[in-house]
């Protein structure tokens, strides 16, 4: 069987802690920012930064068709934060040409924990990943007011969905990246891998 090669899209955001975490997971993972990156991966990440700027610059790098594309033919992704927020059936509170991507079926509002704690890190047990918590680091995050019919909820802070699981996607609000903890991106590495039929690492 062939091997899942991984993208992260990098326009911006933790573009390099991501490929960390993926090739500590045993994945081959390269950087995306042209259409011909886009093509010559199996599967992508969406990383955190900003909704608004990854969204010009998906436009600038000539990047929002090819990637609406894959999408449509089901390319698996991970998506945090301002990924998640790309990914959303809904945005509020962002700005009206801000694009979204409404593979994910949630509505998410920016910047939604508030000014008090705009960032944030807790223990959030994730139901794909057994009993131990993960340590999940909350920056500016969205915060998912809805979840439809379509995605299933895999983490909750307080009473809010944190992680969502949908098909080949996974759609966190924090950073998986920014700990030690890869346990996510490999869940994500065997989910994308047993949707394409074919191996993680
Ligand atoms: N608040 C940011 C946005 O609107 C997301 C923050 C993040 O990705 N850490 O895109």
Redesign the pocket.
């Known amino acids: 069987m062939t091997i899942l090669r991984v993208g992260v899209l990098a326009l911006q ?1 933790n573009v390099r802690e991501h490929l960390m975490a993926l090739r500590g997971c045993g994945a081959e993972a390269s950087t995306v920012r042209t259409p011909a990156e886009l093509d010559a991966v199996d599967a992508l990440v969406l ?6 700027t ?1 969204s010009r610059l998906l436009q600038v790098f000539n990047l929002e068709m090819p990637l609406r594309e894959r999408l449509a033919a089901g390319m698996p992704t991970l998506s ?4 998640l ?1 790309l990914m959303s059936r809904e945005v509020l509170d ?1 700005r009206s040409d801000q694009i979204s991507l409404r593979i994910l079926d949630v509505s998410v509002r ?2 939604g924990y508030g000014r008090q704690i705009e960032s944030f890190e807790a223990d959030v047990p994730v139901t794909l990943l057994g009993v131990a918590p993960f340590r999940a680091v909350f ?4 915060l998912i007011e809805h979840v439809g019919p379509d995605a299933e909820v895999i983490a909750t802070f307080g009473s809010n969905a944190v992680a969502v699981a949908q098909g080949p996607h996974l759609g966190l609000c924090f ?1 998986p990246e920014m700990t030690n903890d890869a346990r996510l991106h490999q869940v994500f590495l065997e989910r994308a891998a047993s949707a394409l039929e074919v191996n993680a690492a």
């Open positions: 955001g990383p955190g930064g900003e909704s608004t990854m945090t934060c301002a990924g927020i962002g920016r910047n920056i500016r995050a969205p950073h």
